[in-house]
Nanobody, 123 residues
Framework: VQLQASGGGLVQAGGSLRLSCAAS????????MGWFRQAPGKEREFVAE????????YSVDSVKGRFTISRDNAKKMVYLQMNSLKPEDTAVYYC?????????????????WGQGTLVTVSS
């Protein structure tokens, strides 16, 4: 599976961005898809995940209620709609794919990674 993330950019605090992740491969619909982010000098952290049937999970507190993950299995796409952005959301955002049906918030459980897209939120 190859993943290509896009949609990052510079936005003012309070603004919105929609990240996209295009996937290749025949079995996309069977993967758990996730978004992670890595701010400068920090560890890569879990943001959100979505299972093949659409069930979702989000990191506690940091983005819940502001970010929405979705997927279109027919188009082999995963999206992250980010609203009410804050300067602390500034990071490189990565999409990732996990084989199997057991969800995980741990980066080491994911099998495939995209190249990342930079999101910068100005105050």
């Amino acid at each position: 599976v190859q993943l290509q993330a896009s949609g990052g950019g510079l936005v003012q605090a309070g603004g919105s961005l929609r990240l996209s992740c295009a996937a290749s491969g025949r079995t996309f619909s069977t993967y758990i898809m996730g978004w992670f982010r890595q701010a400068p000098g920090k560890e890569r952290e879990f943001v959100a995940e979505i299972r093949w049937g659409g069930r979702t999970a989000y990191s506690v507190d940091s983005v819940k209620g502001r970010f929405t993950i979705s997927r279109d299995n027919a188009k082999k796409m995963v999206y992250l709609q980010m609203n009410s952005l804050k300067p602390e959301d500034t990071a490189v955002y990565y999409c990732a794919a996990k084989i199997g049906d057991r969800p995980s918030t741990t980066r080491y459980d994911y099998d495939y990674w995209g190249q990342g897209t930079l999101v910068t939120v100005s105050s």
